[in-house]
């Protein structure tokens, strides 16, 4: 398959995840609320569905039937052949990402429709394990002489563009949450300060 | 030096720190919040010195002037023969927990020391990058055969026991400062409720 498939594939079925969170938890949740769930799902699904399949499928790279989702980390490979050549690093971090993050993402997006009480503190954890999982990502690339890519275009495009944005999304998740959890704290901790003052 | 000596060495001063936390912040604070303390000033320290050591001296193991750190790990080594092989992925995982978990183990201390409204949270964060190091550390010694102690003695005191309490541990801390993070927000969340039932 074409780089043009692959990429038209994931960004529509992509769109139509995000769509879809959109306009099902439409009524009574803030645009940003929207907007979260939207990452949620879309980071979830593919946590659970692509990386999920590359830490399952040892022998992708010798797949002939062109499924699809072979296709997509056979073209990754180009920007990392770490991928191909099954580093281990490289799925320790694809699996805590797969089976860990992938179900937490999902359960943010309904902890966040329904207001659960573990909201903030839920996506605080998993935008953190998604940056703990992109450290440990470059720096072993690093280490080993940040050789990986076929050519600059794939490096710039596939190791640096797609994980860049799990490395900003999380990061302004996690600051948002942070303060979120410590303004929560904060209003608790006055009101029981006020009381203590009222008792003489 | 022996390994007994070493492990005097170490113990010794992880009393002596955890002496010091516990009498020096005796008076105001709860047992379990002086033991969080100890646990996060002796974690601190072992993140910020013994495993900085270890990150930024790369020929730790041709030292021969018997400096302590560097005996250290070449004793640790003969539990995983990957920290004299510098493997990318200890190395990284060592290096986030050296850069980032000690600086902020110790602001751990601190902060419940003082009663921080961003004290849970930071607990809560360490804890999990902990559990994150852990769980790298473990899974690609796994996925390269697990076959890095000299002996079945060295595998089961140093690789197995020595980072087993750092994964029993933040699993508590975690748990316990998730807990108390909801508990503040289902706090909020019921006297603003009742606030609006109040107003018709």
Avoid at 89 to 99: H, K, L, Q, R, S
Avoid at 130 to 159: K, M, R
Wanted: glycine content about 8%; aromatic content about 18%.
């Amino acid at each position: 398959m074409s780089m043009s498939s692959i990429l038209t594939v994931y960004l529509g079925s992509s769109l139509f995840v995000v769509s879809l969170v959109w306009f099902l938890f439409g009524r009574k949740n803030s645009q940003l609320d929207k907007l979260l769930m939207c990452w949620w799902a879309f980071t979830g699904l593919t946590h659970m569905v692509l990386e999920g399949y590359f830490v399952f499928s040892p022998e992708f790279f010798k797949d002939n039937t062109s499924c699809y989702l072979a296709e997509v980390w056979k073209e990754y490979s180009k920007g990392d052949s770490r991928y191909a050549g099954r580093d281990s690093a490289v799925i320790a971090v694809e699996g805590i990402t797969a089976v860990i993050e992938g179900p937490a993402s999902l359960l943010a997006v309904y902890a966040i429709a329904k207001g659960k009480s573990y909201s903030y503190v839920l996506q605080l954890a998993v935008s953190l394990g998604q940056l703990y999982g992109c450290l440990v990502y470059f720096i072993t690339a690093f280490l080993e002489g940040d050789n990986f890519a076929t050519n600059a275009f794939y490096y710039y495009s596939y190791y640096i563009g797609a994980n860049g944005w799990w490395v900003l999304i999380p990061l302004l998740i996690s600051y948002r949450s942070w303060i979120k959890i410590c303004e929560t704290s904060d209003n608790v901790d006055t009101k029981t300060q006020k009381k203590k003052k009222k008792i003489p």
